[in-house]
């Protein structure tokens, strides 16, 4: 389900230079920087590096002995 939320034009356009880089649409690049920050505030004690190496682990496939379904 989505639903429409009013954002600041900054943050949008800040949001679309990153997205363009990264290869996301803009509302996905948006959620990436709130997963971020979520587990940020969760984990203080993580660097961003590790952070981030999470984030593209959970979006990897599955391989080998570790895979499931």
């Not at 356009?13 to 709130?34: C, F, G, L, N, T």
Request: proline share 4%.
């Amino acid at each position: 389900m989505s639903i429409n939320v009013k954002l600041s034009e900054t943050l949008v356009d800040q949001a679309r230079r990153y997205a363009v880089i990264e290869h996301r649409s803009v509302p996905k690049q948006i959620e990436y920087w709130s997963q971020i920050g979520k587990i940020a505030e969760e984990n203080p004690d993580l660097p961003f590096s590790m952070i981030r190496d999470i984030l593209v682990a959970d979006q990897e496939e599955a391989v080998g002995e570790y895979q499931f379904g």
